[in-house]
Each structure stands twice: as structure tokens, then as C-alpha cells.
């Protein structure tokens, strides 16, 4: 069967400001794809541009160039008023569930609205719909009548899932649910959105800084470095067989009890890029330890490196080959 998700040549660029030529490329020529009902987690350090991909999946941003197939139909393509029914299929849970509620709003309107958005039932079944997602993510019809700001940050975000719930959609991208939350929430929060996920058979892109979490929730990894995917792979093979000298990296700075195989610190030189002006060859030459003269001016490109493997460096057999 065909993935649930494929994305292709996904690019979005933004104009730099005060330049006529020059573009932010925020995300740039990312291709994967993502099974039903499996859990793809997207790392990276912030500003690599794994949000915009997820905003851009979901059709909040409209993509520079490439196509979004969601069960084989294109919806880079459709229309407005198209793409907001197509968002009953596609939710997104964001970090900050505080800025995303409103905050004058009772908690049972904002779980409610995204039905009324998409005219789906009577006020009777909306009201139904509401009390059964309420109760999922564990909150009582006594707490629907409250506003937002009565709550703490796991139980906003509780509201955030529930709001994105609703509609009973197929895919969730969530854009580092639990990162604003205490540690000890944390695990709660995740716990939630993994019955949820058995219970409703969701498909979720879950992005993260923190390889940790994303490694105790999802099945494939994605690494991006500066808009483009860099390694992608089974998340078993990623911590026990990682390729990319900045996957290494990340994997190395993780606390020794975790079940990686990098266990010296691989500590990368310098910061990361402008990525409005993104160094020539693989973008990820200035700080990568391996660099050799040719990364300075040949593009790598994500290719297969084994099953469910696939990386983007020049160290790797096949890429050279290619060169040569
Ligand atoms: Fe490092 Fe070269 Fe591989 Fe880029 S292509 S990650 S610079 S070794
Ligand atoms: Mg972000």
C-alpha cells in the first residue's frame, strides 16, 4: 500500500529582507514519506527549519516548490477553501499550547470549534464529540467550562491535543509538544498521544530537539541540518548504526545512560550557519569533523545506505562513486 504521507522536493524559501535576490531557504528539497499509523520523529537544533516543514505539511504555509501527497491526492495544489477541508485530515499540536488557545474562549468552545469550522454535526453530536475527546486526554465536562489560563502547562496542552482531536484526523505533525513542559509532565503528555494513537489509529510527525524523547516515541528518525534532511532511518538503526557526522554528533551529547553507541563527546565547532546564506557544498562542511576538500564544493544528496537507511555525505561509498 502507498504511504499515508509523501513529500517531495519539498522547499519553502522566504525572502530576505532588504535583499531583491536572496532567499531564507528554510526548508530545502526534503523528500520522505510516512506510513499509516507510524510515529516519523524530525530532530534538529532550532532554526534547522523542521517547524516550517511541519507548517508547511499541514498547508498552514503555502510551499516554494514540490508536492505534499496525502493517501496519493496532491494537496500542495488545491485550492484555499480545498486545503481548509482538507485539514480535517491534518492537525497540528504546537509547542506553546498557551499562545495557541484563546485565551477568552472556554476551554469546551476551543475543543469545539474546529467542528463548527468544518460544519460537521448537529450541536448535540458536537457537544457528544467534545465530552468523549475531553475525556480521552483526561479532562472533566467540569473543566470545559473553565478558560485557559486556569490551567497548568500539561493540561493546556492536554486541551491543544484534544483541539486537534476533534475532528478525528488522520495525520497529527507535532511541533515539540512537551519541550515547554516540566520533565515530569513531560512523560504524561506523551503517554496521552501514544493511547491516543492506538485508540484512533493516527499517523504523527513528531519534531523535537531533544533526540531522547524522540527516541522513546518514534519508529524513524529524520535529522535536518540547515532545511534538508541530512539522515533518515529505523530508530534503532539510527542510534546503533548513525551515518552523518552531525547525527554522531547529536547522538554524542546525549547522557551516558542512554542507549547509544556514540559514547566520546563530539563536541562541532562553531554555530550554525546563517541560513540565508548557507555555505557552498554540503552545508555542513564548517563544523563537520570528517570534512574533506571536495564537501567544500559538491552538494551530498540523501541517498540509501542500507535498509531503512539513507544518508546525505560524501564519506559514503556510493555518493563518491557517483562523483568519480
Ligand atoms: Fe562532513 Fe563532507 Fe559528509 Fe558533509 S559531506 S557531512 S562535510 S564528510
Ligand atoms: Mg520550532
Known amino acids: ?28 528539497d526534503v523528500s520522505f514519506y510516512v506510513n499509516e499509523g507510524e510515529v516519523l520523529g524530525i530532530v534538529g537544533e532550532s532554526g534547522c527549519g523542521k517547524s516550517t516543514m511541519g507548517k508547511t505539511i499541514i498547508q498552514l504555509l503555502s510551499p516554494t516548490d514540490g508536492e505534499i501527497l496525502l493517501n496519493g491526492e496532491n494537496i500542495s495544489t488545491l485550492s484555499p477553501k480545498e486545503v481548509r477541508q482538507k485539514r480535517r485530515d491534518m492537525q497540528i499540536i504546537f509547542q506553546d499550547p498557551f499562545s495557541s488557545l484563546n485565551p477568552r474562549m472556554k476551554v469546551f468552545k476551543i475543543i469545539e470549534e474546529p467542528l463548527v469550522n468544518f460544519g460537521i454535526g448537529t450541536k448535540e453530536e458536537r457537544k457528544q464529540r467534545v465530552y468523549e475527546v475531553a475525556n480521552q486526554v483526561g479532562l472533566t465536562k467540569k473543566q470545559l467550562e473553565r478558560f485557559p489560563h486556569e490551567f497548568s502547562g500539561g493540561q493546556r496542552q492536554r486541551i491543544g491535543i484534544a483541539r486537534a482531536l476533534v475532528s478525528n484526523p488522520k495525520l497529527i505533525v507535532a511541533d515539540e509538544p512537551v519541550s515547554a513542559l516540566d520533565v515530569s509532565i513531560q512523560s504524561q503528555v506523551l503517554n496521552i498521544m501514544k493511547d491516543l494513537k492506538k485508540e484512533m489509529n493516527l499517523t504523527y510527525i513528531f519534531i523535537s530537539h531533544d533526540l531522547s524523547v524522540v ?12 532545511g534538508k534532511l541530512v539522515e533518515m532511518a529505523d530508530k534503532h538503526e539510527l542510534f546503533n548504526n548513525p551515518k552523518h557526522p552531525y547525527t554522531k554528533a547529536l547522538l554524542s551529547a546525549l547522557p551516558k545512560s542512554h542507549p547509544s553507541k556514540i559514547k566520546e563527546r563530539i563536541v562541532l565547532s562553531g554555530d550554525v550557519p546563517n541560513p540565508a546564506n548557507p555555505p557552498s557544498g554540503c552545508t555542513f562542511h564548517t563544523r563537520c569533523p570528517n570534512c574533506m576538500e571536495i564537501c567544500k564544493v559538491t552538494s551530498p544528496k540523501l541517498e540509501k545506505v542500507g535498509d531503512k537507511h539513507e544518508v546525505s555525505c560524501l564519506l559514503y561509498e556510493e555518493q563518491m562513486e557517483r562523483l568519480l
Open 1 to 28: 500500500s502507498s504511504p499515508l504521507l509523501e513529500v517531495k522536493h519539498l522547499k519553502k524559501y522566504f525572502p530576505v529582507k532588504g535583499s531583491r535576490s536572496a532567499n531564507l531557504k528554510a526548508v530545502d
Open 215 to 226: 527516541h522513546h516515541f518514534c519508529d524513524r528518525i529524520g535529522v535536518m541540518y540547515l
